[in-house]
């Protein structure tokens, strides 16, 4: 699915990775890991085009990334560290907002995703006024709504409570089943039902 060859990127005069080849299925869950600092949030910035701070390739079902832009645009869903919600708006203009700038949120209705995090009740409440959690659930609402392949997770799980991390593990289990890949990080120890796990140790492809 996406194939990443002698990946190298710097910072601050630092290596994080040089020679960093790697690739992800369909149906599979790779887990970076790695101590803080040693380039985690950095790679997945870079898999999902926010960050050129690299050299090396990457690839598309076989097709270089940038020669496959707007279709890998389309394929992957991002959700990065913060809950990435806008706190003026309602937990349902956020998700509208979205929607609009992001097609493949297609799966389920804005009101279906929004019970299924939770926040039943909640659905016109500026998001300034939740709490760190349930604007982080509004954020992963969007895990529910897609009907991308690759999932692209950066720490997903912060601020959630254990029943909310329970349901995004069966969401990643479910996603997984039905031929989609997922990569993340995480502090936490994942349990996907019935998943094996690849991880990726940062600290073991980074240069001293
Ligand atoms: N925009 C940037 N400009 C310069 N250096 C950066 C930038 N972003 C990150 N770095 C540096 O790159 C290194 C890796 O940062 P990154 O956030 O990827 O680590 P991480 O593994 O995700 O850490 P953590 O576990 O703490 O979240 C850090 O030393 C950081 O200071």
Redesign the pocket.
């Known amino acids: 699915m996406l194939e990443v060859k002698n990946l190298f990127c710097e910072?601050?005069e630092?290596v994080?990775f040089a020679n960093f080849s790697f690739q992800i299925n369909a149906a599979e869950v790779v887990q970076i890991i790695?101590?803080?600092?040693?380039?985690?949030?950095?790679?997945l910035r870079i898999l999902c085009g926010l960050s050129d701070a690299y050299t090396g390739e990457i690839y598309w079902h076989g097709v270089a990334l940038d020669d496959e832009r707007e279709q890998y645009f389309q394929a992957m869903l991002y959700v990065g560290?913060l809950a990435g919600v806008k706190g003026s708006l309602t937990a349902e203009e956020n998700l509208r907002w979205m929607m609009q700038l992001d097609k493949s949120l297609n799966k389920c209705t804005i009101a279906e995703a929004l019970k299924q995090v939770g926040l039943c009740g909640f659905e016109d409440v500026p998001c300034h006024s939740l709490s760190a959690g349930q604007q982080r659930r509004v954020g992963l609402a969007r895990l529910y709504l897609s009907s991308a392949p690759l999932w692209i997770l950066d720490?997903p799980f912060t601020a959630l409570d254990k029943q909310g991390v329970k349901e995004k593990e069966a969401l990643i289990a479910n996603h997984i089943q039905e031929g989609g890949a997922v990569i993340l990080?995480t502090?936490h120890d994942l349990m996907i039902p019935g998943q094996i796990i690849r991880p990726i140790n940062?600290d073991e492809v980074a240069v001293a």
């Open positions: 910072r601050d630092r994080l790695g101590q803080n600092g040693s380039g985690k949030t950095t790679l560290h720490e990080t502090h940062l």
